[in-house]
C-alpha cells in the first residue's frame, strides 16, 4: 500500500469512527420492556427495580411523618409526545422530547414536593440517596430518577447533602446482672 492510499485508509477510518460515536450520543434512551414494569399506588406504573426502591424509601419517609406521593410514573412513547407537546405550546411542565426521558425507561417519578423548603423535599433531599434516587433536573425539584449505580449512599453519619446526623444517643443496654457464682 503506498503512503498516501494509507494515509487516506486512516482519514475514512476516523470519520467512520466519529460517526458511530455520534450515532450512538444520538439514539434515544431504550424502552424498558412492558414485562419490566410493575403498578404502583395511584395508577401509576414503573420498573420494577425502582418501584421496589420507591417503596423501601416511602416507608421510611412515613416514619418521619413525611408523605410521598407520585404525580408521574412511566411514560409510554404517545404520553411522552403529548406532555411534551404541551410543554411546547406553554401549557405544561417542562418535558423531555420524546424517546429522551428516563419516565420512558420507567425509571424516573415525578412527586408532590410543593416549595422547596417543604418538609417532603428537604426528607428526600437528605434522604433519597440512600435507596438510589437523585435529582437530574436542576430546574424540576420534583422530578427524582433511580439511578443506583451512579448514586452513593452518604457518608456514616451524614446524610445526603453532607449535613451531619445528630443521632440520638443509644439507650444503654441493661447490664445482665452477674449471680455470684
Ligand atoms: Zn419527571
Known amino acids: 500500500m503506498s503512503l498516501a492510499l494509507f494515509r487516506w485508509s486512516a482519514v475514512l477510518l476516523a470519520c467512520l469512527f466519529t460517526t458511530a460515536v455520534l450515532a450512538a450520543e444520538a439514539r434515544p434512551r431504550r424502552k424498558t420492556k412492558a414485562a419490566k414494569l410493575v403498578h404502583i399506588d395511584g395508577g401509576h406504573r ?8 420507591l417503596q423501601r424509601m416511602t416507608l ?16 409510554s412513547l ?44 428537604q426528607w428526600l433531599e437528605a434522604n433519597a440517596c440512600r435507596f438510589g434516587f437523585r435529582r437530574t433536573v436542576p430546574s424540576e425539584p ?19 447533602t453532607g449535613k451531619e446526623v445528630k443521632r440520638p444517643k443509644p439507650t444503654p443496654e441493661p447490664v445482665a446482672r452477674q449471680d455470684a457464682s
Open 60 to 75: 421510611d419517609a412515613a416514619k418521619h411523618d413525611v408523605a410521598l406521593r407520585v404525580t408521574s410514573g412511566y411514560r
Open 78 to 121: 404517545p404520553e411522552q409526545r403529548v406532555l411534551y407537546e404541551q410543554y411546547r405550546r406553554g401549557r405544561g411542565n417542562k418535558a423531555a422530547r420524546p424517546g429522551r426521558s428516563n419516565h420512558q425507561r420507567g425509571l424516573a417519578v415525578d412527586l408532590v414536593i410543593g416549595k422547596r423548603t417543604s418538609k417532603r423535599y
Open 46 to 53: 414503573l420498573h420494577r427495580d425502582a418501584a421496589s426502591a
Open 142 to 160: 420534583w422530578h427524582w430518577e433511580y439511578r443506583p449505580s451512579s448514586t452513593f449512599p452518604p457518608v456514616v453519619g451524614h446524610d445526603c
